[in-house]
Structure formats: structure tokens, C-alpha cells
């Protein structure tokens, strides 16, 4: 983040086979220059010769050219290029300056990397860092730079941890890469140990956090190459974040690669081998870092890794513990050396009390060899956050509170206190016991095996976020048992809460990698989805609400079989989760009639509201209607709050959402708002499901003002509650984007909330996954509104990419974005284009369905719509036949749906010349519109519309009128529909000529003026109207 590059790095090579062989007489070796050298060549006063040698100098010295940088202006060894490398420094931005969406406040730092500002993000309402890289680093001058730089910070986004600085979003302004990133509020890790005595336990309590920040890095294939005091934060919190990952590279290891360092391996070539070899590589990623804290492969030019970090992390460590470097050395040289021996120095005797192992394990984290440091940095803070010293303090809290028993249990209680490290350590166990290496390799083989092109990206992106669930399910597990049985802070009838939770979010691991062992290409498909719905582990801390919840019955009998029930629960829902509704549904049928069965209300909710929900995505309405009702009932008298709020939110979105029953999903909203409360505490999982479905259904009924509201209160939820990279943000991001283009037209916004989204998709899930898939849809839509038509082709292209190789052409998804392609093909004015491939998805869509849907009704009253733009006029009625019918047998003759199907008839009908039959059908259309939406929703405007023109074919000049004019004041509510209203106008135009007299005159005038304002589709229309039509005398 706050990172060195120079452009030097990319022009010189260092020659590491004469700097090994070469005796110290060599000229490799000659000795630095002096201080009085430096500081005259950053000043520009050396003679050329002796300029040019220092130069060459430079290019092999990793530490003369970081003190030159320091001579030449940074703000710290490396963070500038020398004054005689560098053009001169940009100018300073002005308060107010936009840099994207971010107003610049006031810098707050600079190096040769670029410059740091604090900013503001209008849109989320917060302060930020915001760095603008220099545009003199080597991207400017290469395009490949500047995209592997954005890779690269991409890379960076993709990782979200407490001791991390987070990085929220990446981009370019004016040729020049910008990060934003989270603004913190402290010092530098060096200020903090310069500003007053430290214990050696404090110093190695804020060096573990900064460990588990770089363990974090390298868990998502991140180096940071440049670790350092200056490069750590503690922030006025008393948090410690490790930032500036300016020098990280991405890294891809192999699947199942272990963190310690291969003899080769994808982060680099032999890592753990002899440094004798010459790697011919450029200083671009040879001399990253700085130079006092270099391992040696740094020095040698050898790939850098996990255990590079390790090695800087040891020195820097043993530096703040013991006031100097871990190796002797005065000069640059002498250091180098040093450190390619592998000699550390005794350790100094000025840290009395400092444990040996603690000592022992520095020393080996700087051994030169990778392979002989520790196997990972989890590793090393398992010693430092393990020492004899934290187990005395406990043990004398304890001793003081009392809590030692005498005779027998004071034995026990005894070895339980000196020996906490051996309880409560079953939690890896059992995490092994589920996903192991024998249940990852399944799972892999499983997806590989599915035929899926994509399947290994989508095994690195499920592994990821199930190793990264998995172990903070281990500790979750250990911390709660350690509560009770080690510090005594936790009644056992808590911890029996707690680890009942972590039970069952452990069986939802299981199933998912049962279910995956024989992955499909659908199954395959949400297997990334699958994996980011296991239940939130924040729910098992939290106290309160677990100890409001019931407990298990009392009844062993009747315990075993609520237990043995919501496992294969856990089963049927992993299998909805992955699409596999066919095997799903049947279970959960016999489910619930099981769990009705059992004397346990709770239980019966979760069964009702499991098959509610597989019906609701199987698209059966009133079999979920009624089984969501009965799962409200069993909750509430089961005392289930939650459930009970989540059943309610689902009847809403059925209600707003799937159908048009809005009162029916008001109510349903004031039932889950009121349990919410009555809960008294904040479930920010179930609040943001509850402003989803509040949003659906504003949006559903055209409040698009107020489904922006709270989607943008959604949004703001769940960045307070996970942070602003959390997984939960993306399909929240998208639906906010989506409200900004219905609320006015706010393209811009919903523009810049979908990117970010993207980047959220990529980063959890990957470019190869459903999840990006469909940002790449919403990317279209927006794009769409936006006018960039080539631009919204693309993204559905890059959509129906991804699902042809994660699901074949032969899927939902692919036919549906199929019809979304066509759509726009037919806003473009490419009519047979579109039509072809509305045939395509149409066909696509009814050898997938077994029975009818609505998504094939959908396809085809759009296709009959493309149909009747070009004048196939039978093609289009047959196909808006077929739609009405099916809308009509499945939603209903009063249906929002249906009366769209019968505008899109009736304006056919109009255009075929069939004026009292397309009247009749607009009509019905009008009663539906106004019955189901807002009197001021745009569906009016367009509706009154159509009729006001057909009125005029048929003569009826003040039937006409009266439409269009009602049509024209309600379009002038709505500036998104600008195009909408010009067309209107174009009509009220006519019929201003038909009614005769002076206003003939004018309406052509209108006409003439409307000509330039309207479309290229509508433009056409208009100049045969008027070449039809003279000028009166």
C-alpha cells in the first residue's frame, strides 16, 4: 500500500553468480561509496565519470540505492527513486479534487510510489485513504505495467482480515492507478516502539497480531516482501495492521501445496534450494524490500515467499526485543555478507526474562535456508502466542480467584491449569474428520470429474473459503471451550449452546463435501455459492442469543431424533443450495412429516421453512405459501423468534417479489419487523434479509426512491456488521446498482456500486464462477441504461461465457441471459439478431423445463414484442398467445405479469392495423396496471400511452387527447423514461394536426423540433408522418 517501487527496478540485473564467487579483492565487491558520494549524486554535483560508475554501482546495491532514495526526499529508506532517476514529483491535489468517486481531503504521506490522501467516499459516507501511484513508476510508460499493477492491487482487495489495512476498491483516473483503502487512525509500529519502554510481552503481543495479518496474506497466495516497523499500524484502538503491501506479488500454489516451500513451486522456481545459481532476473523483485531486514533469497534474487516474510518478520522482531540487528555488519556489504552466511548473533543479555523458546524460535525463522525456518507463519505464532510466561499469569489468575480444588481434583484442576495447551484441542480433529485431505481430494476429483471447463478455478475458490471457514470454526471451537473449562469465564450450559451451534455448522461442511464427491455441472456450478452460505459462526458467540433460543428437549428419545433430523436437514439443504431440487424436494416432503411427528416445535419450523424455501426456488408459489405460513405458527409457539422472522421474510418476497400480492407482503413485512424487535437484540443476518425484501417489494411497486433507501441501508448494514470486503456485500452491491438505475437514472452511481461489486465477486468466488456471472449481467443492464450498448453486449457475452463453461448451454441460467441479450439486441434496433436469439433461448428453455414456467413466458412475450418490431405480425401474436395463455394459467387473469403479456398483444394488434381488437386488449392491460401499481408508477404512463395512440387510429380525437396528456404528466415524473416521453409528445402532435385548423401549423413545427430530440428508432417514424404531411398554406 504505502509501497517502493523505482523505475530503476526494471532496467538493471544483478549478477549473483560473480557476487557469490568472487573473493572480496574482486571488483564486485569494491566498497561503497561514502555518505559525501551519495549525497553529492542525489544533488547533482558528481563529475559525469564518477557519476556513471556510481550509477552502475547502483544498479548491483540493493542498500546503497535504498539510501539514496532516503538522500533524494523519502519518507523513509525506499520510499522515494533518486532526484537523478526521477522526473519531478506531480503536484499535490486540491481539496475537493474528484479522483473517481472520492473527494481528495489533504495528503497525509508520499514516496516514490506515489501519494497517500486522506479522502471521502460520498456514496458510503466515510473517510478513506486513498493512494495515487506516481506516474512515473514504470506502469506509465507500459500498459502491461499498469495492468499487472491493477492485478496486483486486485490481488490485494481479495484479502479482508482484522491486521490487515483493508483495501476497498481499485481504479484508474488519468493514466494513473488509485487505491482505496480503510483510513486508520495511530502511528507506525516504529513510533509506537520509540515512544516509550516496552515489556518484551507487549512488543511480542503487537508483533503477533502483525503475524497473523501476514498469516492471512499468505493463506490468500499474497507476499508482502517489504515487512517492516513502518509498514505496520497501531491504530488509536490498540489494533495492529500490517500495510503497505506495495511489493506483494499474487501468487497461485498448486491445489493441496503445503505453506512451507517446495523444491519448486508456483511461488517461484526452487525456493528451498542452494543460492549458488545465477536467476538473470531484473531488481523487480530481487532487491523488494528493505535492505536491513532482506532475507537472502531478496538479496540473491531468488523467488520470494511466505517464507521470505517470515525471515523479515524474525529480524524486525528481534530488533524491537533486543536493539539491534539479528546480523553484524557496519556496511552494506559487510550486512550482505552476514546474511548469506547464516550467522545470527548471540542474543544480547539486556532482555532479562525473555523465555528461550521464544528466543529459539527467532533464531529459526532467520535461518538462510527457507526449508529450515518454520513450516508456515502459523507456526512461528503458535510459539510466540504459546509462551511459559502467558500460562504462569493464567495460572496465578486462577490460583487468586480460587479456583483450585484440594486432594484428587486439585490434582486434576492442577494439571488443567499448567497445562492448558492440552485441553480443548479436538476442534482440528474434528474439523480433520470432515475436511480432511481424504474429503478435499474428493471433493476436488468430484469437481474435476463433473465436466465442468472451469472446475479446477472453482475448486481453488471453494477450498479457499472452506479452509478459511473451517479454521475459524476451530478456533471458534477451542476459544469456547477454553472459556469454561481453562479460564472459567463461561457456564457449561453456555458452552453446551455453543457447541451445539458449532455442530451444526459443522454438518453443513460435511454434507457439502458429500454432495460434491459426485458433482454435476450444476452442482458443480454453485459450488462457490454453496460453500459462502454456511451459516454465519458469529452466531455461535453470541451469548444472548443463544441462551434465549431453546434448548434440546428434555426427552433422550426424543433429543436423539431432533438431532438425527436436522443433520440430514443439513443434507437436503446443501442439496438445495447446489440446484439438485429434484432429490431435494422429496426429502425435505418426508422431513417435515417426520419433524411434525416429533413433539418439538422448533424442529418443525425449520422443516416447514426448508421446504417452504425449496418450493419457493422450485417456483411452486402456493405449496410455499402455505408451508412458510405453517412454519410462522410452529416458531412462534416454539418460542423461535428468528425462525419466525425468517419465515415471515420469505412470505414477503413471495408475496412482493415472485407474485404481486403486495398488501398480503406489507403485512407480512410488519409481522418480521415486529419480531425483530421483540428478539432485543441485533441479528444483522436476519435485518438485511428483512431490508432486501422491503427493498423487492418498494421496487416491485415503483417506489424506486425508496428501494434505493434501503438498499443503501443494506449495504451500510452489512459493511458495519462483516467489513467492507465480506462475501454478503456483493449480491448486495448488485441490487443497490440496479436501484440506482431505476431511481432517476442514476447511472453513474449504480456504475461505480456494480464495479465494486465485481471486484467483491472476484476476489470470494473467482472470474469462473456464477457469482460473477451474474455481476456481469447486472454490468449489462447498467451499461444498457447507460446507452453503451457495445459495452452491455459484452458483459452478457462474458456472462453467457462463464455459464457455457460452468453449465453448459443447456441451463436456466445460460437461456435466461440469452433473453437478456436479445432484449438489448432489439433496444439497438438489431431486430434479427434479437429474434434469433430469442428462438435460441426459448427452445433452450423448454427442453430444460418439465413443466411450464414463467421464465418461458417471459421469453416469449419478449420475442413477441422482437417479432413485431420487424412486421412478423402471426409470429408475434403466436408467440404473445402462447405467453398470455401461460401467464394466465399460472399467475392469473389479474396478474401484473399477464397484463404486460396483453400490452404487448395489443400493441401488435395496433401495429397489424386490428385498432378495436388492440384497444380491447390495452385496455384489460390498463385495469390490471392500475389494480396492482401505484397510480405514479411509469407502467401507467407507458400503458395510457399506447392507448391514447391507438384511440387516434380509430378517430376518437378526444378519447386520444385525454389519454396522452395523462400519459405526457405522468411521464414528467419520471426522467428516466425521457425517450418515452418524446414519443408521447410525437403523438399529441398528430393529433393536434387531426383536429385541424391553425394548430396544424404548430403541430408540424412540433413535429419538425421532436425530430431532432427523439432516437434513431423513432426518427424514421417521424420523417414519413412528415413527408406525408405538408406544410399547410
Known sequence: ?????????????????????????????????????????????????????????????????????????????????PRAFAEQPPPMLARGTAVGRYLILAPIGAGGMGVVYAAYDPELDRKIALKLLSPHIPHSASPSEGQRLQREARALARLSHPNVVTVYDVGITAGQVFLAMELVDGQTLGEWLAAGPRTWQQVVRSFAEAGRGLAAAHAVGLVHRDFKPDNVLVGRDGKVRVSDFGLARAVQPTPGEASSPPEASAWGESPAGSHSGAPGKSLTGMHAGTPRYMAPEQWLGAAAGPW????????????????????????????????????????????????????????????????????????????????????????????????????????????????????????????LEVWGSTAREGVRQGLLASGVPTAEPLWQALSRRVDAYTADWASMHREACEATRVHGEQSDALLGRRMLCLDRALQR??????????????????????????????????????????????????????????????????????????????????????????????????????????????EQYSQARELLGRAVLRAEAGREDALAVEAWTSLALLDGTYQTAFAEARRSLEHAQAGLERLGRQDWLLAAKLLRARAGLEDAEGHWAEALALDQERVQLLERALGPDAPELAGALQNLALSFTRAQGRVEEAHAAIQRSQVLAERHWGTASMAFAKGETALAMIERHRKRYPEARAAYERALAIYARVLGERSSHYSQTLGNL??????????????????????????????????????????????????????????????????????????????????????????????????????????????????????????WSAIGHTQLLLGRLAQARAALEQARALFERHPEEAQALLETKVVLAKVQWEEGGPGRARARQQLLELREQVDGTARPEVDAWLATHPAPP
Not at 309 to 336: H, I, K, M, N, R
Not at 511 to 535: I, N, S, W
Open 308 to 431: 521470505t516474510d517470515q525471515f523479515s518478520f524474525c529480524g524486525v522482531l528481534w530488533e524491537a526485543l533486543y536493539g539491534e540487528l539479528p546480523f553484524a555488519g557496519t556496511t552494506p556489504e559487510a550486512l550482505c555478507r552476514e546474511v548469506l552466511s547464516g550467522q545470527v548473533r548471540p542474543a544480547p543479555a539486556r532482555r532479562p526474562g525473555l523465555p528461550a523458546p521464544l528466543h529459539a524460535a527467532l533464531v529459526r525463522g532467520l535461518q538462510k535456508e527457507p526449508s529450515a525456518r518454520h513450516p508456515s507463519m502459523e507456526a512461528l505464532l503458535a510459539v510466540l502466542e504459546s509462551s511459559p510466561a502467558r500460562r504462569r499469569r493464567r495460572t496465578l489468575a486462577l490460583l487468586a480467584a480460587g479456583v483450585l480444588c484440594v486432594a484428587l481434583p486439585g490434582v486434576y484442576g492442577a494439571w488443567r491449569l499448567w497445562h492448558p495447551a492440552e485441553l480443548c484441542t479436538g476442534g482440528r480433529a474434528r474439523v
Open 822 to 943: 436479445a432484449f438489448l439486441l432489439t433496444s439497438q434496433g438489431d431486430h434479427a439478431a434479437a429474434i434469433t436469439a430469442y428462438q435460441r433461448a426459448v427452445n433452450l428453455e423448454r427442453q430444460l423445463a418439465q413443466e411450464d414456467t414463467e421464465t418461458l413466458a417471459l421469453l416469449l412475450t419478449n420475442q413477441a414484442h422482437a417479432y413485431s418490431e420487424v412486421g412478423q405480425y402471426a409470429e408475434a401474436l403466436a408467440a404473445g398467445r402462447e405467453a398470455l395463455s401461460l401467464r394466465t394459467a399460472m399467475l392469473g387473469p389479474r396478474h401484473l405479469e399477464t397484463g404486460v403479456t396483453l400490452f404487448v398483444l395489443g400493441v401488435t394488434l395496433r401495429k397489424q392495423g386490428q385498432h378495436a381488437q388492440a384497444l380491447e386488449h390495452l385496455q384489460r392491460a390498463q385495469d390490471i396496471i392500475e389494480a396492482t401499481l401505484p397510480a405514479d408508477h411509469s407502467y401507467q404512463a407507458i400503458c
Open 1 to 81: 500500500m504505502y509501497g517502493n517501487v523505482s523505475w530503476a527496478h526494471g532496467r538493471y540485473t544483478l549478477v549473483v553468480d560473480e557476487l557469490i564467487s568472487m573473493p572480496p579483492s574482486s571488483p564486485a565487491f569494491e566498497p561503497c561509496p561514502s555518505e559525501e558520494v551519495l549525497v553529492g549524486f542525489t544533488a547533482g554535483t558528481l563529475p559525469a565519470q564518477e557519476r556513471a560508475a556510481l550509477e552502475v554501482h547502483l544498479a548491483q546495491c540493493g542498500v546503497c540505492f535504498e539510501v539514496v532514495s532516503a538522500l533524494a526526499g523519502g519518507t523513509s529508506p525506499g520510499l522515494a527513486a
Open 509 to 618: 461442511v460435511a454434507a457439502l463435501a458429500r454432495q460434491l464427491e459426485h458433482a454435476g455441472p450444476t452442482a458443480a456450478g454453485k459450488a462457490v455459492d454453496a460453500a459462502h452460505a454456511l451459516p454465519p459462526l458469529h452466531a455461535c458467540a453470541d451469548a444472548e442469543a443463544l441462551l434465549g433460543s431453546p434448548g434440546l428437549p428434555e426427552n433422550a428419545s426424543v433429543r436423539q431424533q431432533v438431532q438425527a433430523l436436522r443433520e440430514q436437514m443439513a443434507e437436503v439443504k446443501t442439496q438445495g443450495e447446489l440446484g439438485r431440487l429434484k432429490e431435494a424436494l422429496p426429502r425435505a416432503e418426508e422431513l417435515t412429516r417426520t419433524a411434525e411427528a416429533l413433539p418439538y416445535r422448533p424442529v418443525q419450523a425449520e422443516a416447514l421453512l426448508l421446504e417452504g424455501g425449496l418450493r419457493l426456488q422450485a
